[in-house]
C-alpha cells in the first residue's frame, strides 16, 4: 500500500487519537494494509460500515496519518484513494445501522491470520448455519465483534482490541474456531478458496 501513497508526505510524531469523532457526516476510519496502518476520515455514504465497503471497490480518505510497520515512522499526508482489495482490516467511528435490518445470528469465536494480521473474534451466522463454511459465499467485507488483532510494528508487538472491525475475506489467509479464553492460535486451520458472494 505504500506505493500509493501520495509523495505530498508530512512527518507525525504521536499516533493519532483515533477515539475522537470528526465533525459532520465524516467518521473516523482506520485500514489495516499489508505494510502500513492508515488513520483518517472518510464519508460513511450508507447506513452501515460493511456496506459501504461492499458498495464500492475505492475509498477516499482525508487527514490521513500513515504508520509503516517496518519502522513506525508516523507520516501525514491530505488525501488519499484505497482500492478495497488492498485492506487486510478496517474499523471505524459511528453509528451501528438501522435496528431493523439487523437478523438473528449466531456468534461462533476464530482464529485466522490475515496478511501480517493475527486475528481472533466473534464471526456471526445464521442460526443452523456454520459460520466459518458460510463465510466463503458472503460479499468481501465482513464483520468480526470482539475483535483482537495481534501485528508488530518496528519489530514491537501490538494488540488492539475493537468492538468490531470489518476484515477482508479476501484476505484471509486462514481460520479456524477456538475457544474464546483462547490466547495461541490454533494448529487446524481451513484455508479459505474464493467463492462468488451471497447475492450474485
Given amino acids: 500500500m505504500m ?17 475522537e469523532s470528526p465533525p459532520g457526516d465524516e467518521v473516523a476510519f ?46 501525514q499526508v491530505d488525501e488519499v484513494v484505497v482500492a478495497r482489495d488492498e485492506l487486510y482490516l478496517v474499523h471505524a467511528s459511528g453509528p451501528r445501522g438501522d435496528a431493523a435490518r439487523r437478523r438473528h445470528t449466531l456468534p461462533k469465536h476464530v482464529a485466522m491470520k490475515v496478511g501480517p494480521y493475527e486475528v481472533q ?11 466459518v463454511v458460510a463465510i466463503q459465499r458472503r460479499k468481501p467485507m465482513i464483520p468480526l465483534t470482539g475483535a483482537r488483532i495481534a501485528y508488530v510494528v518496528n519489530g514491537e508487538p501490538r494488540e488492539d482490541q475493537l468492538d468490531t472491525v470489518i476484515l477482508n475475506r479476501e484476505r484471509i489467509e486462514w481460520i479456524a474456531t477456538v475457544e474464546p479464553d483462547r490466547a495461541a492460535l490454533p494448529n487446524r486451520r481451513t484455508s479459505l478458496e474464493t467463492s462468488p458472494p451471497e447475492g450474485t
Fill in 121 to 131: 473474534g466473534f464471526l456471526h451466522g445464521l442460526p443452523g448455519a456454520d459460520p
Fill in 30 to 75: 482506520v485500514a489495516y494494509g499489508e505494510d502500513c496502518i492508515l488513520f483518517g476520515r472518510t464519508v460513511l455514504d450508507s447506513d452501515r460500515l460493511s456496506d459501504m465497503l461492499n458498495a464500492n471497490d475505492e475509498y477516499a480518505l482525508l487527514g490521513v496519518t500513515v504508520e509503516r510497520l517496518d519502522d513506525g515512522m508516523p507520516i
Fill in 3 to 19: 506505493d500509493r501513497i501520495p509523495r505530498r508526505l508530512r512527518v507525525a510524531f504521536s499516533r493519532p487519537d483515533e477515539a
